[in-house]
């Protein structure tokens, strides 16, 4: 079976009627957790944004509150999935201004994380690539938010 192009699937998708494309959705929903939960924020969150940021960042503060810290593999293991989450999230919203401050925040709390200060390497890795994923998403953005961000990644 060969799959069809996205611009295939567009034009049949405007052929099908409302209620059968209501159950293609459902029926897509039902195979893997990921698309459930990119159609709970398209049909919930994406209208609130802002909301969206926060609930996210309070899961982020939850989790590396839990990060288990009794040696440095288990942390590490903890922290990239942690990262594995925010990223999908990212996903989900499609929008530079939320990668950035989702990551902003990952970023500072890393930065707040122990391990960091004792010099550990690959947190230290994982640290700086994601200030230069910011870096370089901030760089498409319009030119006051440049400025704003460009403060907050300064103060990282």
Same mark, same amino acid.
């Given at each position: 079976m060969d799959t069809a192009s996205l611009s295939e699937l567009k034009k049949e998708l405007q052929t099908i009627p409302q209620k059968v494309l209501i159950e293609h959705l459902l029926r897509i929903s039902k195979y893997k957790k990921e698309n459930k939960e990119l159609l709970s924020y398209l049909l919930f969150e994406s209208h609130d944004e802002q909301g969206f940021i926060s609930s996210v960042q309070q899961m982020m503060d939850t989790a590396f509150? +839990? =990060?288990?810290?009794?040696? @440095?593999?288990?942390? !590490?293991?903890?922290?990239?999935? %942690?990262?594995?989450? =925010?990223? !999908? $999230? %990212?996903? $989900? @919203?499609?929008?530079? +201004?939320?990668?950035? +401050?989702?990551? %902003?925040?990952?970023?500072?709390?890393? !930065? +707040? $994380?122990?391990? =960091?200060? $004792?010099?550990? %390497?690959v947190l230290l890795n994982i640290y700086d690539r994601q200030l230069a994923k910011i870096g370089k998403s901030i760089l498409t953005l319009h030119e006051d938010l440049q400025y704003d961000y460009q403060q907050m990644l300064a103060e990282l």
């Open positions: 509150d +839990e =990060v288990n810290d009794s040696n @440095s593999y288990l942390a !590490k293991k903890s922290i990239r999935k %942690i990262l594995r989450t =925010v990223t !999908k $999230y %990212i996903k $989900y @919203s499609g929008k530079k +201004e939320t990668e950035i +401050e989702l990551l %902003i925040h990952f970023c500072r709390r890393l !930065k +707040e $994380y122990d391990l =960091v200060q $004792y010099r550990n %390497i």
